[in-house]
C-alpha cells in the first residue's frame, strides 16, 4: 500500500519533469531517462495496486468465509430453546445480511483507511511547506467536516439497526404468507395480508427515508466543505499571491494536492458510514455467537450398553413461563421394555419427550441415562443411543435417501432401502421415477403427508439406535400402514427399548407399560389390564372404543361420555 | 453437492433481453413521471453549478490573482461561495428525490409482486420452493431500486462527463487528443474482456448465496433432526462446500476487478507517455506547457468516470437478472381465474353439492378422480372414506376450487362453482386441514386471520366450542400470546384445535373437516364432537377421518378407492354390502379410536 501511494506521488514528479525537459528542448538521453523511471513507477504502482486489491478483499471475503463458518458452527451447538425463542427470518438476516455488512467494513473498509490515511500523510509536509497558514485555514474546514460526521454518526446507528430489523420482519413477513398460502386461499385473506403488506412496506420506507434525508444531506455537505476549503485556498491564497507571499505556481500546486486528497477525505467518509453499519451488523450477529453453550467435551461420555432412562420428579417450566409444563414425573424405563405415553391435547406428553432426548434442558438430578445426570452426559453419546420420529418431522430439500441417512455417517443402499421397506415406503419408492435418488423439494414438498412421516420413520429405522421414540407418528398414515409398520417393527427389532406416544389405544395395547398424562403429571401408570382394572381414565377411554367397535351408536357413546364428564372427569 | 453453472448465455441474446427488460420497468417509472421531471431539474442545476465551480476558481485565478486584483477577487469568492451554496442544496434535494423515487418504485414493484403472487393458483405454489419466492419479492426488487436509485444517475451523469470531457480535449488540441483517443479500442478491449469474467463470476456467487442460503434455513428450521440424529458433523461438511463455492466464486470476481483496476491505471500512464512523445518529437515548442497539463487532467478525469461506470455494471448485471426473476413471477398465469361476471353467492348456501362425472388429475395425464358423482342434500353430514391416495383430499381442494376439473361439473345449490366468484365461494366454506399452518402472530390473529369483523368474543365462543379455550387460557398472554411462526409454541394438538375454531369462527354454510383431529385425543375430540353437532345443525358438513367413531356420526358414507366413488350408504348398509368398506373394517383401516 504505500509503495503504491508512494509510486502515486512519483509518477506525476516524473511526469513535471519531463514536461520541464521537454519545455527546455533538452537532450534525448534526459528525457528517455524520464520515461524508464516513469514507466518503472507506473509498473510498480500497477502490481501494489493489483496485491493490495487482492490481498485485501481477498481476505475480507476469507475473514467473511470463516467468520460464516463459526456461525454456522456457533448455530449447530445451540440449544434447541433458542431456536424456539428466535424467528427463523431473523437469525437468517443475521447471517446473511449482517455478515455482508461486516464483510464490506473489512474489505473495502480496510483497504481505503489506511490508504487515505498513508497519502494524508505523505500530502501534508509538502503542503505544509508551501504555505502554513493555507495549510491552517483548509484544516479548519475539515476538522469541521470531521465533527459534522462524528456527530451524525451516533444518530444514523440505531437508525440502520431500525432499518435491517425491518428488513428482517419484512422477509419473514413473505415467507410466511407463502408457506401458509392455503390457509389464506381457504379463508380468502389475500386481501387482508395485501394491505398488511402494504402497511409494512410503508413503515419500511418511512424509516429508509428518514436515513436517507440524514445521509443524503451529509454527502453534499461533504463536498460543501471540501469545495469551501478551495474557495478559501482561492481567497486567502490568492490574496496571498498578490500580497508576494507566495508565488502563482506554489498555489496552482497546492490547488491540485487539495483535489488529489478530495477522494481520500471522502473515501474516509464513506468508510465512517460503513464503519456505522459494520458495527451494528457485528452486534447483530455478536447477538448469536455470545449465546452461551455447555462445553460438550467436558462432559461424560456414555458406555455402548442400552442404558435406563430414569426420570425422577421432573418438574420443567418453558423460559418466561410462570405455569410448569410437567410437575413431578417419575418414571424407570428398563432395556427392552415398550412404554406407552397417552393423554389429552396439552397435557405435556411431547414436552416430556423433549425433555427425555435431551432437547430441552432439565434442571439437575432430575433425567438419567443409567447413573449419568443428563446434564452431564454427553449429548452426541446419548444421541447415538435413540431414534426420534418426532410428529411433525423436518425433511431437508435432498433426495430421499439422503433424508433417510441423516447422522454421523452415510448408510450404505441396502440398509436404507431396509429401513424403507419396514417403514412402508417401498411402493411408494418404486413410484419415483428416480427411486431413492429422488429429490423431494423443499421440507419435502413433493411428498404427501404421509409419505413425509414414513420417511421420518426410516430414517429413525435406519440409525438403529438401541431406543426408538415415536411421537404420535402415525397420524398421517391410515391404520393398513400403521399396521404394517408395528409388525416390521417386532419383526426387524433392531432396537431394545420402544416408547410409544399415541392417542389410539390399539397402538397402547401393545406396550408393556402405559403412563397416562394429564395437565402435566401422570396420572397413572400400569399395562394395558392393569389401567383397565384401575377402573380409572385410560379404562374410560378404552371401554369408550369397546363400545365403539362392538355396536356402534356413536352419539350415545358421547352422551355417556359427557355424563362422565359431569362427573367429576374435565378436559 | 454439484454446483453446476449454467451454460454461457448467447451474449445477444442477453443484450436484447436486457432491453425488453428495461422496457417493462418503464411504466413503472411513467406512473412517476412528475417526480422523475423533479428530480431531473435538480439535476440539470446540480450539474451548472457543479461545472460553473471549476470556471470560477479559473476566472479567480486568471482575472484577479493575475491581475493582482483583490477587489475582483473578493467578488468572485463570493460569486463561487453562492454557486457552491446552490450546488449544496439542489445537491440534497436530487439525492433525496432520487431516493425517495426509488423507494416508491420499489414499493410500488413490491407491492405489485406480492398481490399477484397471493392471488396465484395453487399449482405454483406446488411446484415453487418457498425460497424461491421469497428472494424474489425481498432480494431481487431491492436489486432493482438500487440499479435505479443508485445506478442510473451515475451512470446519466458519468456519460454525460465522458462526453464533455472529450469535447473539451478535442478543443484544447485535436492532435493531441486523436492521440489521447486510440487508447479507446483498448480499453474496450480490456472492459470487455473484464465484463465476460465478472458476467460469469457474478453467476456463480448468485447461485453461491442460494446455495448457502437454503442450507442455512434448512438447517435452522429443520434443527431438531440434526441434534437428534448427530447430524451436526455432517451438517457442517455440507455448508462448508457450499461456503467454500461461495468463497471462491467471489474470490474470482475479486481477482477480475485486482486486476481491472490498475490495468487501467497503466494505461492511462501510458497514454501520458505517448503523449508526451508525440509532443516532443513532433510539436516541440509549439505547444503550450499548459495544455500538456490540462490533457493530464483530463486523461485522469477521463479515466474516473469509464471506471465508475464499470463498478456499476455489477448493479446493472444484477438488477437486469433480477428484474427477469421478477417479471417471470409477474407473467406466471393465474391458472384459476375468477369469472368475469361471477354469480353472486347467498349469504347463506342451501349446502346443495353436486358432483357430476367429475374426472380431474393435477397433471391432466395422471387421472387422481374418475368419473366420481354424488349428491350431499342440504344440512347432510358426510363422511368420506378410503386409503390414502384415493382422492379423498382432491375432492375437498376441488370444491374449494383450488383446482380446475377437466371434465364433469360440481355445483352448489345447482350453480356450477365455476360460475360464482370464487372468494366468496372459499369463504363460504371453511376447511380445516390435517396439517394446519399457524402464523407469527397472536392466537387470535390466528384465530380472525386478520379480519377486522371477527370480535373477541366470536374467537373466544369458538375456542370454547372446539376445546381450545382451556390451553389458550393458561398461555401467560392468553389470547394475545405470541405463537411465534407455525406456531412452534403451541404442540400439534392445540394448533389443531386454534385451526379448528379459525374454520368454526366464520360460521360456514359449508364445514369441511379433513382429518381435522388426527393428533387430538379421543376425549378432547368427543368434547368437540358434541358441541359440533349442535353447531352443524342445518349445515351440511364433509368430513375426512380415519376413526370410525366419527365416520359413524355420518348421515351417509362415501367410500373411494383408487379414484372412484365405489360405494356409499350408512355404516350397517356398507358391512351388509361386504365390500371395500366391510375389508376397510376388517382390516382396521379405521382406527378403533
Known amino acids: ?571 | 453437492m454439484a454446483f453446476d453453472i449454467d451454460a454461457e448465455l448467447d451474449q445477444d441474446q442477453t443484450k436484447k433481453q436486457d432491453w425488453r427488460l428495461l422496457r417493462r420497468l418503464l411504466p413503472y417509472l411513467r406512473k412517476h413521471l412528475p417526480l422523475i421531471a423533479l428530480t431531473l431539474f435538480f439535476m440539470l442545476i446540480m450539474n451548472i453549478s457543479g461545472v460553473l465551480h471549476p470556471y470560477f476558481v479559473k476566472t479567480g485565478i486568471d482575472r484577479h490573482v493575475m491581475r493582482h486584483d483583490l477587489p475582483g477577487l473578493l467578488h468572485t469568492a463570493f460569486l463561487l461561495g453562492f454557486i457552491l451554496l446552490v450546488s449544496f442544496i439542489f445537491q440534497v434535494l436530487f439525492n433525496y428525490t432520487v431516493q425517495y423515487l426509488g423507494q416508491k418504485l420499489l414499493y410500488d414493484i413490491r407491492i405489485d409482486l406480492f398481490k399477484h403472487m397471493i392471488y396465484l393458483s395453487n399449482d405454483y405454489f406446488d411446484r415453487t420452493p418457498v425460497g424461491k419466492t421469497l428472494t424474489h419479492i425481498t432480494n431481487d426488487v431491492e436489486a432493482i431500486r438500487e440499479f435505479i436509485s443508485e445506478g442510473v444517475v451515475s451512470v446519466f451523469g458519468e456519460l454525460l462527463k465522458v462526453v464533455f470531457i472529450l469535447a473539451a480535449m478535442v478543443l484544447i488540441n485535436w492532435k493531441l487528443a486523436l492521440i489521447a483517443f486510440t487508447i479507446i479500442p483498448l480499453f474496450v478491449v480490456i472492459t470487455v474482456f473484464f465484463r465476460r469474467t465478472i458476467r460469469t463470476g457474478y453467476r456463480g456467487t448468485r447461485k453461491a448465496t442460494a446455495q448457502i442460503n437454503t442450507t442455512l434455513q434448512e438447517s435452522i428450521t429443520g434443527i431438531r433432526e440434526i441434534i437428534q440424529f448427530n447430524y451436526k458433523e455432517r451438517s457442517k461438511d455440507l455448508f462448508k462446500e457450499a461456503n467454500t463455492f461461495y468463497l471462491d466464486s467471489y474470490l474470482k470476481v475479486v481477482d477480475a476487478y485486482a486486476l481491472y483496476f490498475p490495468a487501467v491505471e497503466v494505461i492511462s500512464n501510458l497514454i501520458m507517455v505517448a503523449i508526451l512523445l508525440f509532443a516532443h518529437y513532433s510539436l516541440g515548442v509549439a505547444l503550450h506547457v499548459g495544455e500538456i497539463f490540462a490533457f493530464f487532467t483530463y486523461i485522469h478525469m477521463f479515466f474516473r468516470p469509464l471506471r465508475q461506470l464499470a463498478e456499476q455494471f455489477n448493479t446493472f448485471q444484477s438488477a437486469m437478472a433480477a428484474s427477469e426473476r421478477i417479471f417471470n413471477l409477474l407473467d406466471e398465469k393465474i391458472t384459476i381465474p375468477n369469472p368475469p361476471n361471477p354469480k353472486p353467492v347467498p349469504q347463506n348456501f342451501q349446502g346443495k353439492i353436486v358432483f357430476k362425472n367429475v374426472n380431474f388429475g393435477y397433471k391432466p395425464d395422471t387421472p387422481v378422480l374418475r368419473d366420481v358423482s354424488f349428491e350431499i342434500q342440504p344440512g347432510e353430514k358426510v363422511a368420506l372414506v378410503g386409503y390414502t391416495g384415493s382422492g379423498k383430499t382432491t375432492i375437498i381442494k376441488l370444491l374449494n376450487r383450488f383446482y380446475d376439473i377437466q371434465s364433469g361439473s360440481i355445483a352448489i345449490d345447482d350453480v356450477p362453482i365455476r360460475e360464482y366468484d370464487m372468494f366468496e365461494l372459499r369463504s363460504r366454506i371453511s376447511t380445516v386441514p390435517q396439517d394446519p399452518f399457524l402464523f407469527t402472530g397472536t392466537v387470535e390473529e390466528n384465530i380472525t386471520m386478520h379480519d377486522p369483523r371477527i370480535t373477541r368474543e366470536q374467537v373466544i365462543e369458538a375456542s370454547e366450542t372446539v376445546n381450545a379455550h382451556r390451553f389458550i387460557d393458561k398461555l401467560p398472554a392468553r389470547y394475545d400470546e405470541n405463537v411465534l411462526e407455525e406456531g412452534k409454541r403451541l404442540s400439534v394438538g392445540q394448533k389443531q384445535l386454534v385451526s379448528f375454531a379459525r374454520g368454526l369462527v366464520r360460521k360456514p354454510s359449508i364445514f369441511i373437516l379433513d382429518e381435522a383431529t388426527s393428533s387430538i385425543d379421543s376425549e378432547t375430540e368427543k368434547l368437540i364432537d358434541s358441541a359440533l353437532l349442535k353447531l352443524l345443525e342445518g349445515r351440511t358438513a364433509i368430513i375426512i377421518a380415519h376413526r370410525l367413531s366419527t365416520i359413524r356420526k355420518a348421515d351417509r358414507i362415501l367410500v373411494f378407492n383408487k379414484g372412484r366413488l365405489v360405494e356409499e350408504g350408512t355404516h350397517q348398509e356398507l358391512l351388509k354390502k361386504e365390500g371395500i368398506y366391510t375389508r376397510l373394517y376388517q382390516t382396521q383401516a379405521f382406527s378403533l379410536e
Open chain 1, 1 to 571: 500500500m504505500l509503495l503504491q501511494n508512494y509510486s502515486f506521488t512519483r509518477v506525476p514528479f516524473y511526469f513535471q519533469r519531463m514536461l520541464d525537459e521537454i519545455g527546455k528542448q533538452n537532450q534525448r538521453t534526459v528525457i528517455l531517462h524520464n520515461i524508464l523511471m516513469v514507466m518503472i513507477f507506473t509498473a510498480i504502482m500497477g502490481v501494489s495496486m493489483f496485491m493490495m486489491r487482492k490481498l485485501i478483499i481477498g481476505v475480507s471475503r476469507k475473514i467473511e468465509y470463516e467468520l460464516r463458518e463459526r456461525i454456522y458452527h456457533k448455530l449447530l451447538s445451540l440449544d434447541y430453546i433458542f431456536y424456539q425463542e428466535n424467528q427463523t427470518g431473523d437469525l437468517m438476516s443475521r447471517c446473511t445480511n449482517d455478515l455482508d455488512h461486516v464483510r464490506t467494513l473489512l474489505g473495502p473498509g480496510v483497504m481505503y483507511i489506511p490508504n487515505s490515511i498513508t497519502r494524508i500523510a505523505l500530502f501534508l509536509p509538502i503542503l505544509l511547506h508551501l504555505s502554513p497558514s493555507l495549510v491552517l485555514w483548509v484544516g479548519i474546514c475539515l476538522i469541521l467536516l470531521v465533527i459534522v460526521i462524528l456527530s451524525l454518526f451516533p444518530v444514523l446507528r440505531p437508525m440502520f439497526r431500525q432499518i435491517q430489523e425491518a428488513m428482517g420482519f419484512m422477509n419473514n413477513r413473505v415467507w410466511q404468507v407463502i408457506s401458509g398460502i392455503s390457509s389464506i386461499k381457504q379463508y380468502t385473506a389475500e386481501k387482508i395480508e395485501t394491505h398488511r403488506f402494504e402497511d409494512l412496506n410503508k413503515q419500511y420506507i418511512k424509516k429508509q427515508m428518514r436515513v436517507v434525508r440524514l445521509e443524503e444531506t451529509m454527502r453534499p455537505l461533504f463536498f460543501l466543505l471540501l469545495s469551501i476549503s478551495e474557495l478559501v485556498i482561492l481567497w486567502v491564497g490568492g490574496s496571498q499571491v498578490i500580497q508576494g507571499k507566495m508565488t502563482l505556481g506554489q498555489l496552482l500546486q497546492f490547488n491540485v494536492m487539495i483535489s488529489l486528497l478530495t477522494f481520500p477525505m471522502l473515501a474516509l467518509g464513506w468508510i465512517m458510514s460503513l464503519i456505522q453499519q459494520g458495527i451494528s451488523a457485528m452486534n447483530r450477529i455478536n447477538y448469536i455467537l455470545d449465546k452461551p453453550v455447555e462445553d460438550e467435551s467436558a462432559k461424560k461420555t456414555l458406555p455402548e450398553s442400552v442404558p435406563v432412562l430414569t426420570v425422577r420428579n421432573l418438574t420443567f417450566s418453558y423460559p418466561r413461563r410462570e405455569d410448569k409444563a410437567l410437575q413431578n414425573i417419575n418414571l424407570t424405563i428398563k432395556p427392552g421394555q415398550t412404554i406407552g405415553i397417552t393423554g389429552p391435547v396439552g397435557c405435556g406428553k411431547s414436552t416430556l419427550l423433549n425433555v427425555m432426548t435431551g432437547l430441552m434442558k432439565p434442571g439437575r438430578g432430575q433425567v438419567f441415562v443409567d447413573d449419568t445426570d443428563i446434564c452431564d452426559a454427553r449429548l452426541e453419546d446419548f444421541y447415538k443411543k435413540i431414534g426420534v420420529v418426532s410428529q411433525v418431522p423436518f425433511l431437508f430439500s435432498r433426495s430421499i435417501s439422503d433424508n433417510i441417512t441423516l447422522g454421523p455417517k452415510e448408510l450404505d443402499e441396502e440398509t436404507i432401502r431396509q429401513a424403507a421397506d419396514n417403514a412402508g415406503l417401498e411402493k411408494d419408492i418404486e413410484s419415483f421415477p428416480e427411486g431413492l435418488r429422488q429429490l423431494i423439494g423443499e421440507r419435502g414438498i413433493m411428498l404427501s403427508g404421509g409419505q413425509k412421516q414414513r420417511v421420518a420413520i426410516a430414517r429413525a429405522l435406519g440409525k438403529c439406535s438401541p431406543i426408538l421414540i415415536m411421537d404420535d407418528p402415525l397420524s398421517s398414515v391410515d391404520s393398513k400402514t400403521e399396521e404394517h409398520i408395528l409388525n416390521s417393527l417386532k419383526i426387524h427389532r433392531c432396537y431394545s427399548t420402544l416408547i410409544l406416544v399415541s392417542h389410539r389405544i390399539s397402538v397402547l395395547k401393545i406396550t408393556d407399560v402405559i403412563y397416562v398424562m394429564d395437565k402435566g403429571t401422570v396420572v397413572e401408570e400400569g399395562n394395558h389390564t392393569d389401567l383397565i382394572r384401575q377402573n380409572g381414565l385410560y379404562a374410560r377411554l378404552a371401554r369408550l372404543q369397546q363400545l365403539e367397535s362392538e355396536n356402534g351408536n356413536g352419539t350415545e357413546t358421547g352422551n355417556e361420555m359427557e355424563n362422565g364428564n359431569e362427573n367429576g372427569i374435565r378436559y
